[in-house]
């Protein structure tokens, strides 16, 4: 468990397990104790390197006031140059929704570092030309949320996201191993599925009668799935 200051900002991280690096992306409004208390970490720390993050405004790490140090661009970076500090070049990266936004963004300046890509419940289309089914509503947050999130910080960190320009004008760009999952119950299905098709090398698993954030945490429908794609991955690299 560290910090990482990052343009006077600190943004907490954790480094589990041994084996090949495979980062973990979590969602929005969320945090890497997630990947914790879903149970990912037992899993996938057995066989990998497992490297953890909270994004600008989520968990541990620092609530600027600037709205720019909340884009998507601007999390990719901090996660690359947390990567950097710690000597690891080449990794996997598993993220879910706001996480999966990253790794698409990571295609733009960083595929040759990336070794596969796992996505889930997020595509590549930009906010600006849809309906968000995850979004900041005050009022609407549990108890849960408000007591352990700067609400401040996730405000910031939902509009940032509405400025991503998606990336489906570079996954022609990525030729890596990909797999895609999400419920088949997602309202972003559809759009996930012609993401999928853009992809040279890509596999969609769909979870039936799943919702949204419930492929996140159903984890009984999809690990044995994930297991076999990253040992996939480490037979052809040796």
């Avoid at 560290?2 to 969602?27: C, D, K, M, R, T």
Wanted: include cysteine; hydrophobic fraction near 35%.
């Amino acid at each position: 468990m560290s910090f990482f200051n990052y343009e006077n900002n600190n943004f907490y991280y954790e480094i589990i397990g041994n084996g090949p690096a495979l980062v973990l992306s979590h969602p929005y409004m969320s945090s890497a104790t997630h990947w914790h208390k879903s149970g990912w970490v037992d899993i996938l720390s057995k066989d990998n390197t497992l490297i953890m993050f909270d994004y600008t405004g989520h968990g541990k790490s620092s609530c600027p006031k600037e709205i720019e140090k909340y884009y998507i661009s601007y999390v990719s970076e901090i996660l690359i140059n947390i990567l950097n500090e710690n000597k690891i070049s080449k990794f996997s990266i598993f993220g879910f929704s706001m996480g999966g936004r990253i790794c698409y963004e990571l295609i733009r300046n960083y595929e040759d570092r990336i070794t596969s890509m796992i996505i889930g419940g997020m595509h590549a289309k930009p906010p600006s030309l849809h309906k968000k089914i995850i979004s900041y509503k005050e009022e609407n947050l549990s108890p849960i949320v408000k007591e352990k999130f700067d609400l401040n910080g996730l405000k910031l960190s939902n509009e940032a996201q509405d400025e991503w320009q998606g990336a489906e004008d570079i996954i022609k760009n990525y030729s890596k191993p990909c797999l895609m999952f999400a419920g088949s119950e997602d309202p972003y299905y559809n759009w996930i599925e012609s993401t999928a098709s853009k992809f040279d090398n890509c596999e969609l698993f769909g979870m039936e009668g799943l919702g949204h954030i419930g492929a996140f945490w159903r984890i009984n429908r999809i690990k044995e799935k994930i297991i076999q794609f990253l040992e996939m991955q480490k037979i052809s690299e040796s």
